[in-house]
């Protein structure tokens, strides 16, 4: 971004360099969303995360600009330049702030931006437009390019990629919400291996497939802090929501302190969707509170995008995330297992009546055991990005006819010697001894994670079916429930013994108690 303050001279430069190119500039007026912010007189540019090689919201959408002024009252001229012509529009200073409402304008550029007051102007150059994508969480959401299996060769593909550009926002925190960042640790930028090599991985491949199938700008901001909770990036309001909303601020972990500084700042962003990779420090910070806190994020962000963008960003934008990979090998914790199920608001998969337009990547069959970043930190991102594609064709662009969701099941039949699980599309199957288990019990009380629950070997299958056996339940108890794949480590690299037909989309992990719907009793051996 340049600044240029001056004489008049330079005023009737900047005028006649818009009637030489023809130059239609356009705007809406629109008051910023936040009252709070005080700036110092005599500055005049646009706020920290617009720059050079941006990608702005396009079309239908309206993408927002907006940055610092005065004197109160002062007028803002806003012009777009490039090969379309656009009209200007002029804007009034209001409490040290101008804010830019533009004209829908569809995927493409380059564009110049000028924002011109009095004798000062700035102007972003090399602007395109296409879908915007937020990229938050923790460490494997921060986890490098540089970091995964074959970074060399992704590295080398960055220069094919110039219309998927980045950002990355510098890691502070604050007590209280911010208008603005703090910083930015890496500003936007056309890809090339250097700079790329810092940012994060799953969200470089996640625009990088994106692009390959819309063929058009990508941008991707990247917000994200390794070791955090959930709760450290929700408001104040969401965390009321569960009972989580008293806590003092020191670090990183505390509530709210990301949300005040990596977040609210870009509320006025307009955004086509968010992905979310967490959870990992939640396995044992407030675990049982996550069913409600992850799903009251995600509520409390589209309502606080929409509102900050002025309607731009849907009030129910499309949310990706992945679920919790692995840990431990041979851990008999229930932390991560847990958190899997939270993810999904305890229903086993998404989008659901809870976390509708989301998608998941299921990550738990992508270990690795020889991360030299800890085994908590797998080096397979691409895996994990392409599964957040699937999902993000299906939910956000609504392509028809693209399989996101590993196989789940849709009917359970228990007798006293085995349980049938059909599912809801083909699977391909591989014997285990264990990946199943079920709770025997005496009552009608549902089982959850702290049940006495023994493996139940799978006995047989079809190509929508599998058969276990149930005999170790004695005379006197029956099989009240039934989980699958509820381990830190449930499988080895691309093991795990349930996938869809072709074998690409593992099945998710679930817990379904007997006396829910579409499990049925027979007395039939």
């Known amino acids: 971004m340049h600044v240029l303050r001056d004489s008049p001279k330079l005023s009737f430069l900047l005028l006649g360099y818009i009637l030489l190119t023809s130059v239609m500039c356009f705007c809406v007026l629109a008051l910023l969303v936040f009252a709070s912010f005080q700036h110092s007189d005599g500055d005049f540019g646009f706020a920290s995360y617009y720059g050079d090689h941006m990608v702005l919201q396009k079309s239908p959408e309206r993408a927002i600009l907006w940055g610092y002024g005065s004197p109160e009252g002062a007028q803002v001229t806003v012009c777009l330049s490039g090969t379309m012509k656009h009209k200007s529009s002029t804007v009034t200073v209001e409490k040290g702030i101008w804010r830019v409402t533009l004209d829908p304008i569809e995927a493409g550029g380059p564009y110049n931006v000028t924002a011109a007051l009095e004798n000062s102007s700035a102007t972003l150059t090399d602007v395109l437009f296409g879908d915007v994508w937020l990229c938050s969480g923790q460490s494997n959401m921060y986890f490098k390019t540089s970091q995964i299996f074959n970074a060399s060769e992704e590295l080398a ?172 090998k041979g851990s008999t914790d229930d932390g991560f297992p847990n958190i899997r199920w939270h993810q999904t608001a305890d229903k086993g998969f998404v989008p659901n009546s809870r976390l509708q337009r989301t998608f998941m990547a299921v990550a738990m069959d992508l270990p690795d055991e020889t991360s030299p970043y800890g085994t908590i930190h797998p080096r397979d991102k691409q895996d994990v990005a392409y599964r957040l594609t699937l999902g993000a064709r299906a939910v956000a662009y609504n392509e028809k006819d693209v399989a996101f969701l590993g196989p789940f099941p849709k009917q359970i039949l228990s007798t006293p010697m085995y349980v049938n699980i059909t599912y809801d599309k083909a699977i391909a199957v591989k014997p285990s001894k264990d990946i199943f288990e079920i709770c025997c019990s005496q009552s009608q009380a549902p089982c959850g994670p702290e049940s006495l629950w023994v493996p139940a070997p799978i006995i047989q299958w079809a190509p929508t079916t599998i058969q276990i056996a149930t005999t170790v339940c004695t005379s006197t108890t029956e099989v009240a429930a039934l989980r699958y794949a509820w381990k830190d480590w449930p499988c080895d690299f691309k093991a795990c013994p349930v996938y869809g037909a072709n074998a690409t989309l593992p099945a998710p992990p679930f817990l379904i108690n007997r006396y829910q719907i579409f499990w049925t009793v027979s007395v039939n051996y």
């Open 157 to 328: 593909l960055a220069s094919k990629y110039p219309h998927v550009r980045t950002i990355m926002v510098a890691l502070k925190m604050s007590d209280t919400e911010l208008t603005d960042l703090i910083g930015v640790n890496l500003p936007w930028s056309v890809p090339e291996a250097s700079g790329l090599s810092e940012f994060s991985a799953v969200c470089w491949l996640f625009g990088r497939y994106m692009y390959e199938n819309l063929k058009y700008p990508i941008g991707l901001v990247e917000s994200c802090w390794g070791g955090t909770p959930v709760e450290a990036w929700s408001s104040s309001r969401a965390l009321q929501q569960c009972g989580l909303d008293q806590n003092e601020k020191s670090s990183q972990t505390d509530n709210s302190v990301l949300w005040n500084a990596m977040i609210h700042p870009l509320l006025n962003m307009t955004l086509k969707g968010a992905l979310w990779y967490q959870g990992e420090r939640n396995t044992n910070y407030h675990q049982n509170k996550y069913n409600c806190s992850f799903p009251a994020m995600i509520d409390d962000w589209r309502m606080a995008f929409h509102l900050g963008s002025g309607g731009q960003t849907a009030v129910d934008f499309p949310f990706g995330f992945v679920q919790l990979s692995t840990n431990i």
